[in-house]
């Protein structure tokens, strides 16, 4: 499966990880493991990409973080905010319009 | 992305006015994330190397990781976002506000002093108090304001331009505050007055401490310097 160019995936990252984190708190590693795992490896971005994404998210208060020393390793542990919670949501919402709108495009017969 | 690639991308995500909070972090995360992949490549049978580069093609290049922190607004520190605000009226301001709150702190411990206390005190003690007062808010605090200003350029690898700039202001400020302090000396009281004047007429007072303050920030400059002749040298 090639990698998708940035552009196609712009917004779809935000959606993923709040989708991910609402589900229970979690590092940086676990992160891009459950994204593979989610997507059955359909979304591949280079790894690094997750951490510009998830502190654009903080930044904006949609998730928290907090360090949390585990086998004597130091992890930045991410989690939903409630304002996150809600932009879920709202970003599902539209996911799903967007979504149904190509399904039903694509399952339309040819009008030709 | 070995240590020495992210040490090179922190600093150009410095550069380019990513927070240094968020370069550092970032920074750290990719090291921890990578160290995490190698372990689990290797759990799987894979030898050092091959791990490694696993790892590295997973984590994907330095300039994707890069482009994806730049591209994020929200990761700007404010020292890029308004250099005019950070390096021109954060220090002025630091320097009335800590002037002005030591000044208050001066009079209100005098103040509070039981006359038994204050009359424990010769002149000449007093004298030294007071000219320990009038140092700290002319020279200790200008500069204690302008190696701030240097801190935090040097930490977020700033142009010395606008660091430059705000450290003349705030001396230009500094050496406009006049001070006088008379000691109490037998029934007559102390007094302590402070004003401005502008232009300031303490050139020696306003010329050291400009001299002191971007004598500093020709640090600044010469580390830019030398970093750019360790990429050319490097390249």
């Known amino acids: 499966m090639p990698r998708q160019g940035a552009s196609l995936m712009s917004g779809i990252p935000e959606l993923l990880l709040l989708r991910l984190l609402a589900r229970q708190e979690m590092y940086g590693y676990e992160i891009a493991r459950a994204l593979r795992v989610a997507t059955g490896d359909a979304i591949q971005l280079g790894e690094s990409v997750l951490y510009p994404a998830l502190h654009a998210l903080e930044e904006r208060r949609f998730v928290a973080s907090r360090r949390r020393l585990v086998d004597g390793r130091t992890r930045v542990y991410y989690r939903v905010t409630a304002s996150g919670q809600r932009r879920l949501e709202r970003l599902t919402a539209d996911w799903r319009r967007i979504a149904g709108a190509v399904e039903s495009t694509l399952q339309e017969p040819d009008h030709g | ?129 007071g000219a320990l007062l009038v140092g700290a808010v002319k020279w200790a605090l200008p500069l204690g304001v302008c190696a701030a200003l240097i801190a935090i350029a040097w930490r977020g690898r700033r142009r010395p331009w606008w660091p430059a700039a705000g450290a003349l202001l705030t001396v230009a400020f500094a050496a406009a505050v006049t001070m006088r302090f008379i000691a109490p000396e037998g029934t007559a009281q102390g007094q302590l007055t402070v004003g401005l004047g502008f232009p300031p007429r303490d050139v020696l007072r306003l010329v050291v401490l400009a001299a002191v303050a971007l004598a500093g920030v020709a640090l600044l400059g010469a580390r830019e310097r030398a970093e750019r002749l360790g990429v050319r040298a490097d390249a």
Do not use: N, Y
């Open chain 2, 1 to 129: 992305m070995d240590d020495r690639t992210l040490a090179t991308a922190a600093v150009r995500l410095l550069r380019d006015g990513v927070a240094p909070r968020h370069v550092r972090r970032c920074i750290e995360e990719l090291r921890a994330h990578r160290a995490d992949l190698c372990t689990q490549l290797r759990a799987q049978g894979l030898d050092a190397d091959a791990a490694a580069a696993e790892a590295d093609a997973r984590l994907g290049t330095v300039d994707a990781f890069c482009d994806a922190m730049r591209a994020r607004p929200e990761l700007r520190g404010w020292a890029a976002r308004a250099p005019w605000l950070v390096f021109g009226i954060a220090p002025l301001l630091a320097f009335a506000l800590l002037g002005t709150g030591l000044l208050v702190l001066f009079g209100t411990t005098v103040d509070a002093l039981s006359p038994a206390t204050k009359a424990t005190f010769d002149a000449s003690q007093w004298r030294i108090v």
